[in-house]
């Protein structure tokens, strides 16, 4: 089990910065992979960063490639999201998401990020 709580969202303009943070609970922690998420109103959920349980594998989604940065610290059962340069189209919920087995199958409530023009 893991249990996941997402904090950092905000209102920012276009061009700034914002670091999202999750914040994890659960003895499987730091075996399992982590992603973050995004939702935006008439899309599908897509995952934006990756990152694999030992921390050496990340992966982005091509849109955010070169301004997001995912890491972890599995000491201290967190996992963050760098997002530099950001643009209106990145606005949208975020989630945390850990993967145990094949799935992504704990998920965090959520926090919004707003990038205005």
């Known amino acids: 089990q893991v249990q996941l709580v997402e904090s950092g969202g905000g209102l920012v303009q276009a061009g700034g910065s914002l670091n999202l943070s999750c914040a994890a609970s659960?003895?499987?922690?730091?075996?399992?992979?982590m992603g973050w998420f995004r939702q935006t109103p008439g899309k599908e959920r897509e995952v934006v960063a990756s990152?694999?349980?030992?921390?050496?594998?990340?992966a982005y989604a091509d849109s955010v490639k070169g301004r997001f940065t995912i890491s972890r610290d599995n000491n201290k059962l967190m996992v963050y999201l760098q997002m530099n340069l950001l643009k209106p189209e990145d606005t949208g919920v975020y989630y945390c998401?850990?993967?145990?087995?094949?799935?992504?199958?704990?998920w965090g409530q959520g926090t919004q990020v707003t990038v205005s023009s």
């Open positions: 998401a850990a993967k145990i087995g094949r799935i992504y199958n704990y």
């Open positions: 659960g003895r499987t922690f730091s075996s399992a992979d």
């Open positions: 990152i694999a349980w030992y921390g050496g594998s990340t």
